[in-house]
């Protein structure tokens, strides 16, 4: 019972905090009508992943995919490069600092500050950047695909 006191908190403060930052609802256009993409290499990002789960060996039997958790550090100036979650669902929680997305779904650039949680799912292309002063740090989650090579090597 306590655990599903615990899970049932932990849902109510993602969906507080889930509506921050998000494009503004008369700002969200079709996919590719939005930020168009920029091929920015990545720069002054730190990318680690510090755990994964091989879905296949769960209940879920889900195979070529893990469940991981990244953390990113952005660098002031940073850049992360334009990528698409058609194929990667992902949530990412904004630590500390404050990063901006530019989205191929929204038509404006979305603000994301500490605290904040972006979802990140089917229809969304986008890039990140750093315009602050400070260092940023991001805790990603995602359903990572990986083939039989890849995944030997990650886990």
Request: glycine share 8%; hydrophobic share 45%.
């Amino acid at each position: 019972m306590k655990a599903l006191q615990i899970a049932a908190a932990v849902a109510a403060i993602f969906s507080v905090s889930a509506f921050a930052g998000e494009c503004p609802a008369d700002k969200r256009v079709a996919d590719g009508k939005g930020q168009q993409m920029v091929t920015h290499a990545a720069k002054g990002v730190t990318d680690v992943v510090r755990a994964s789960t091989d879905l296949a060996n769960e209940p879920v039997a889900l195979k070529g995919r893990v469940f991981r958790l990244r953390e990113l550090n952005i660098e002031p100036g940073g850049i992360v490069p334009w990528h698409s979650h058609n194929e990667r669902p992902a949530m990412i929680y904004i630590v500390t600092g404050e990063v901006v997305e530019y989205a191929s779904s929204c038509a404006v650039p979305i603000v994301h500050k500490a605290g904040d949680v972006a979802p990140e799912k089917n229809g969304t292309s986008h890039w990140w950047q750093n315009h602050g002063t400070v260092a940023s740090k991001l805790i990603s989650v995602d359903l990572f695909p990986v083939a039989d090579k890849m995944h030997e090597k990650m886990m």
